[in-house]
């Protein structure tokens, strides 16, 4: 299968990290012009400059990313706390609100949010901090694709978590009895995601196959959620 993307002009963040790399990878081989860019993008200017940078987009894929480390509230630094916040939620939005204005002028677009479904459900050890910022981009998701539906701009996520990737869930981890125990007990699926079926998600979500899909998280965790 090739092609699937032809044409199409998509930007790519944290183009390095997360699920950056095997999206980026199908893209191309599917026929996109993909500009990438492996920023934090932390700063307030960064993701407008950025899109400014990149030109005229059909895609935006928003991967952002920051490891997760357990607190009880009692326990939350203020520092770390807003660390998840700056280097997720802010960008999520100033991405998002510097491309979508091209995409309405041009009638339309696609912009796809690599979240965690973390939020969906009691999460184990006790990430608040993490999964507080998990939850406003999936919330800034859903209120803004809703908003961008009437002017055809596709603001999807795809919540994850058990997929394979060297932020959370590197392959060595799987030499962990415990956690090999853990996905047998938590996860219907039993199994790590594969880099590839998130990438295939995200394909679906930037091409014109997803037309009718506004606002949507998107679990993708093997039934966790």
């Known amino acids: 299968m090739g092609g699937r993307l032809e044409g199409k002009r998509v930007l790519v963040t944290s183009c390095d990290t997360y699920m950056g790399p095997p999206i ?9 012009d993909v500009i990438t860019d492996a920023g934090a993008l932390i700063g307030a200017g960064e993701p ?3 899109v400014g940078r990149a030109g005229d987009l059909d895609v935006l894929v ?3 990313d920051l490891e997760a480390y357990g607190a009880k509230v009692r326990d939350i630094d203020d520092a770390r706390w807003l660390a998840g916040f700056d280097a997720m939620v802010h960008p999520l939005m100033r991405l ?12 339309g677009g696609s912009i796809v949010a690599l979240t965690s479904s973390s939020p969906l459900r009691r999460m184990r050890p006790h990430t608040v901090s993490y999964v507080t910022a998990r939850a406003a981009q999936n919330a800034f998701v859903r209120s803004a694709g809703h908003e961008l539906a009437a002017s055809n701009v596709r603001l999807n996520a795809i919540a994850q978590n058990f997929v394979q990737n060297d932020t959370y ?10 956690f090999r125990d853990r996905l047998r007990t938590e996860v219907p699926a039993q199994r790590l995601g594969e880099p590839s ?7 679906f979500l930037a091409s014109d196959t997803s037309s009718f899909v506004f606002g949507q998280i998107i679990s993708n965790d093997g039934g966790w959620s």
């Not at 980026?24 to 996109?32: C, N, P, Q």
């Open 48 to 50: 407008d400059e950025l």
């Open 62 to 64: 928003a991967n952002l």
């Open 197 to 203: 079926e998130t990438a295939e998600l995200a394909l």
């Open 169 to 178: 869930y590197p392959a060595s981890i799987m030499e962990n009895e415990k």
């Open 96 to 107: 998002v609100r510097a491309a979508a204005p091209g995409m309405i002028d041009r009638g």
């Open 24 to 32: 980026v990878e199908l893209f191309r081989s599917e026929g996109a």
